[in-house]
């Protein structure tokens, strides 16, 4: 693969990964409107500071820190499969960033339980409605992502070259730009003085 | 790009999560909040142009991307009334 591309050349993109692209920006659309209307929503209610202060900060570091390195672990399968031809690494990096997914999973699962049993539902104020909405949406991402990259696991475990690799390497990092952004807004950007 | 490249980018990338953390417990909330998204947008410019490789793709990817955004943009103006001044 040739990363040597001039950025404002006329190189063809092969229709596949422009296909990517395509639902990635439909992607931003999806997330960015619950995004947009959650930040309106938060200029005219100040005591969500106090709501979002109630999240639990830890876990959502921790799952942060899981998905930045499950991106790490994703480009590496993708360097060794693609530019290096090592499937049998490439295997094992696919099968950690797999981990990793399901260990964000696990957090989030027991961080729903936590709050669930403190109370803290849907149906409490509109903050937690867009908290369970913003991250429930988020975790079928991670799914969706971990079915993938199964599939694509089950064919590397068959011998088959998998060019897939990119294009599901590509959704993962996705995913991990909407937590990038899902993390300070639900989490962080509340916890010096709960405005 | 080299696994060490990629590995550096890794701990770059968590150094700028412990900032955002340190930022979030400081007491000055409005100029933490800005800085916090700040770093949001350079952590997402960093994933995008070297995990998703943007940075050695066509100019047109990036218009299709920015497509989204200015969708968001209308989307924004559009629930301005409703959200902000209609209440």
């Known amino acids: 693969m040739n990363h040597a591309v001039s950025h404002n050349s006329s190189v063809e993109v092969p229709v596949w990964r422009l296909g990517i692209w395509w639902f990635l920006a439909s992607e931003i659309v999806v997330f960015g409107g619950l995004v947009v209307c959650y930040i309106l929503y938060r200029f005219n209610h100040p005591e969500w500071g106090m709501e979002a202060g109630r999240t639990l900060l830890w876990v959502g570091s921790v799952n942060t820190v899981v998905l930045l390195t499950s991106s790490l672990t994703m480009i590496l399968a993708h360097y060794s499969i693609v530019e290096k031809g090592d499937l049998a690494l490439g295997r094992r990096y696919l099968g950690v960033t797999i981990l990793l997914g399901l260990l964000f999973l696990c957090f989030k699962g027991y961080e729903y339980s936590h709050e669930i049993h403190a109370g803290l539902v849907p149906s409490r104020s509109l903050f937690w409605g867009f908290y369970y909405l913003m991250t429930g949406l988020h975790g079928l991402h991670v799914i969706g992502g971990l079915v993938a990259n199964g599939v694509i696991l089950g064919g590397l475990s068959q011998g088959r070259t998998p060019h897939r690799i990119e294009s599901i390497g590509l959704y993962w990092h996705f995913v991990d730009v909407v937590w990038i952004f899902l993390f300070p807004l639900l989490y962080l950007a509340s916890q010096g003085g709960a405005s | ?87």
């Open chain 2, 1 to 87: 790009m080299k696994p060490k490249i990629l590995v550096a980018l890794w701990a770059v990338l968590l150094f700028l999560l412990s900032l955002s953390l340190l930022l979030g417990f400081w007491g000055n909330v409005v100029l933490s909040t800005i800085l916090i998204f700040v770093i949001a947008v350079a952590k997402a410019f960093l994933v995008g142009a070297y995990y998703m490789r943007l940075k050695w793709e066509p100019w047109y990817i990036l218009w299709i991307l920015l497509g989204g955004v200015v969708c968001l943009f209308i989307l924004y103006f559009a629930l301005v009334p409703d959200i902000i001044r209609g209440r």
